[in-house]
């Protein structure tokens, strides 16, 4: 079984909108989790990382929240434009096991203009 | 600065063949983890390379085997393919002592 689930698995907003993606862990115990952009046909990319310690970490128009106790995050995005349509990756990192990272399937959005 | 690059970006094998794909780490990165993509799906974990040595492997057959070169570039090798192997190949870099991984753009191999 997947120690991270995304939610949910593609989603369709209009440019300008905002949406929430969500990610569920089981990987305990817990060193650090990441979100990651993907276009299609591309290799992932960094939007944010954060630590136990860490709540909430913005890039730009991107918005992480981690909740530790609950295992739950989420990414938001506001203001969607054409650009962010990718699959946007969650991704877990065991303690102490920093090499070997779970991922979660992706939420693929699209946005329309 | 050239970022994580990888060759060779789209290949066709048939079933049986073998490949070979390569992955050139930026400066600064010692650390080379292969990925294997299917369509639709996360990155599942092959194998990560550190001092040209195999540190750790994900629950992948002895097919697939790498190699890291004095320069910390790496291969990734995958022997009697099967149509199941058909999938994008991830390379990510990164410093041993930093949690950031920079991934390459990928290697899209399709089996026949």
């Known amino acids: 079984k997947n120690q991270v689930e995304q939610s949910p698995q593609s989603l369709i907003i209009l440019e300008g909108k905002n949406c929430t993606l969500q990610?569920?862990?089981?990987?305990?115990?817990?060193?650090?989790l990441r979100w990651y952009k993907q276009d299609t046909g591309r290799g992932p990319v960094s939007l944010t990382i954060?630590?136990?310690?860490?709540n909430t970490k913005s890039n730009g128009r991107y918005t992480a929240t981690l909740d530790a106790d609950t295992k739950q995050s989420s990414l938001h995005i506001t203001a969607s434009q054409l650009s962010d349509s990718a699959s946007y990756i969650c991704?877990?990192?065991?303690?102490?096991?920093?090499?070997?990272?779970?991922f979660g399937a992706g939420t693929t959005v699209t946005v329309r203009a | 600065d050239a970022g994580v690059t990888q060759s060779p970006t789209h290949l066709i094998k048939t079933r049986g063949q073998q490949v070979t794909l390569r992955c050139s780490p930026k400066?600064?990165?010692?650390?080379v983890s292969w990925y294997q993509q299917a369509l639709g799906q996360g990155p599942q974990f092959i194998f990560q390379?550190?001092?040209?040595?195999?540190?750790q492997r994900g629950n992948f057959p002895d097919r697939f085997s790498g190699h890291q070169f004095p320069n910390y570039s790496s291969e990734l090798n995958v022997n009697a393919l099967l149509l199941g192997d058909s999938a994008l190949y991830l390379c990510?870099?990164?410093?041993?002592?930093?949690?950031?991984?920079?991934f390459g753009a990928g290697s899209r191999l399709t089996v026949l």
């Open positions: 990510a870099g990164q410093n041993s002592g930093a949690n950031v991984l920079t």
């Open positions: 954060m630590t136990f310690s860490e």
């Open positions: 390379y550190y001092e040209e040595e195999e540190r």
């Open positions: 990610c569920n862990y089981t990987v305990s115990p817990f060193s650090n």
């Open positions: 400066s600064g990165h010692d650390t």
């Open positions: 991704v877990v990192s065991k303690k102490g096991c920093d090499y070997k990272l779970s």
